[in-house]
């Protein structure tokens, strides 16, 4: 295995490491997300109108939590096709 073969597995076992962390956080942030949401809904049914309903709710937290690792899982593997076929030329 040539230097540059060795370069290239190892840069790419670490954006694998850094994809599986975000994906496990992803899953993580969307499994709050439907616990969140199957609380709201459990309320609206229990409470109506009458309920107090939050204008700075945590789905918005975790909506925006995964948004933002769903990018960077995706940057992360443009950046692995990149690299893989920069080494193949």
Do not use: P
């Amino acid at each position: 295995m040539g230097r540059s073969s060795k370069y290239k597995s190892k840069m790419l076992e670490k954006i694998e490491v850094k994809q599986i962390r975000l994906l496990m956080d992803l899953k993580n942030k969307l499994e709050g997300l439907i616990c969140i949401c199957q609380e709201s809904i459990k309320k609206i049914e229990s409470e109506g109108i009458k309920g107090y309903y939050s204008g700075d709710h945590d789905c918005t937290k975790y909506a925006e939590m995964a948004h933002k690792l769903s990018n960077e899982l995706s940057i992360l593997n443009f950046w692995k096709i990149e690299i893989e076929k920069d080494f193949k030329n």
